[in-house]
Nanobody, 122 residues
């Protein structure tokens, strides 16, 4: 069993919506910030959205207003709801769990999912 497992990707038309899911362990969800990254074909990986353990969300400027990150602790799942999708949103989307030590801030841990493909057609 992988620590992070993404699902929900697929092919949608521009303007459509997708809801990505990331399953994680209860311990990870309780102690790690949960983030979504994406990597368009041939391009650099970039941060899309994040959700802290305190429930505070943040979003990249290029998706703000179109994307919502949320968590369902009962299902051990973090979601990325994406609306008004654009062709430039086409990418492999990765779930990430990140934790920086509060007593040693130079130390951090990261877990990554396998990625789920999102294709937005024009």
């Amino acid at each position: 069993q992988a620590q992070l497992v993404e699902s929900g990707g697929g092919l949608v038309q521009a303007g459509g919506s997708l809801r990505l899911s990331c399953q994680a362990s209860e311990s990870i969800l309780s102690m790690y910030s949960m983030n979504w990254y994406r990597q368009p074909p041939g391009k650099q990986r970039e941060l899309v959205a994040g959700l802290s353990t305190d429930g505070i969300s943040n979003y990249a400027d290029f998706v703000k207003g179109r994307v919502t990150v949320s968590r369902d602790n009962a299902k051990n799942t973090v979601y990325l709801q994406m609306n008004s999708l654009k062709p430039e949103d086409t990418a492999v989307y990765y779930c990430n769990a990140h934790r920086t030590s509060k007593i040693m801030t130079t130390m951090s841990n990261d877990y990554w999912g396998q990625g789920t493909q999102v294709v937005v057609s024009s």
